[in-house]
């Protein structure tokens, strides 16, 4: 595995941003690793994956790119008075890493964890990619709670008067898959009028096989489009 440590000029936030970056090793010899965007949830960062999942082995195993941005404590929405998060992942991050390694032509997949999976749904939605949200959270970031949102204005800079973006008419093309506990997987579906999307049950796995089981949808829908595996371009 090629591990990069990386900063992200950001328009769209008006500072940098840090992402951790997984290759395989193959990218080192023209190989074209498909990216896949890891996302985390409230209150965490992106050592949320790297303390939980064996990033060299699934980097290898899957031939992929993976893309740990930090998101410092949000999860990766856009605020109205606030960083626009989700346009950085859009519009700043994901060109950037295009222009500055090879990678595949596709378009990238994206995992949300925990509410992560919000932004990983809004970000499916703005940009027509794949989606795979694990164990999401689709009631308690609409709530504010002081452990996850500590300025009230923050929270407002979100939700506030944004009702109309989670309307379930919005979502009606996103193509995705929910995995995890089954319960959160059944609130998230229709919270967003998600009914079209697979779930795969894994009721007490741990955060590496959730990843595994979201990784495996993300290849087979791309099977589905190109007729080639992730990464064999």
């Known amino acids: 595995m090629i591990f ?3 900063w992200a000029h950001s328009p ?5 941003a840090e992402y951790d970056l997984a290759l395989p090793r193959r990218a080192l010899t023209g190989g074209r690793p498909q990216m896949v965007l890891l996302l985390h ?3 965490s960062g992106r050592e949320e994956w790297i303390h939980s999942v064996r990033l060299e082995t699934l980097t290898e195993e899957y031939g992929l790119a993976l893309v740990l ?3 410092r404590r949000s999860c990766f929405l856009d605020m109205r ?3 626009c998060w989700n346009a ?3 519009e700043d991050l994901i060109p950037a890493l295009r222009r500055q ?3 595949s032509d596709a378009p990238p997949a994206v995992i949300g964890l925990d509410s992560g999976a919000l932004g990983a749904l809004q970000l499916a939605s703005n940009a027509g990619l794949f989606c795979a949200a694990i164990d999401p959270d689709s009631k308690s970031p609409f709530v504010r709670q002081p452990s996850r949102w500590p300025l009230e204005t923050e929270w407002a800079g979100v939700f506030e008067g944004g009702e109309a973006d989670w309307r379930k008419e919005n979502f009606a093309d996103v193509r995705g898959v929910v995995v995890g506990e089954p319960q959160l997987a059944k609130d998230f579906r229709n919270a967003f009028g998600l009914e079209s999307w697979e779930e795969r049950p894994a009721p007490g796995a741990d955060l590496e096989q959730k990843l595994r089981l979201a990784l495996n949808a993300c290849r087979t829908a791309q099977l589905k489009e190109t007729g080639k595996p992730r990464g064999e371009e």
């Open 4 to 6: 990069l440590q990386g």
């Open 12 to 16: 769209s936030l008006h500072f940098p």
């Open 41 to 43: 949830g409230l209150g």
């Open 69 to 71: 941005p930090e998101g």
């Open 81 to 83: 008075e606030g960083p």
């Open 88 to 90: 950085y992942l859009r």
């Open 101 to 103: 390694l090879c990678l």
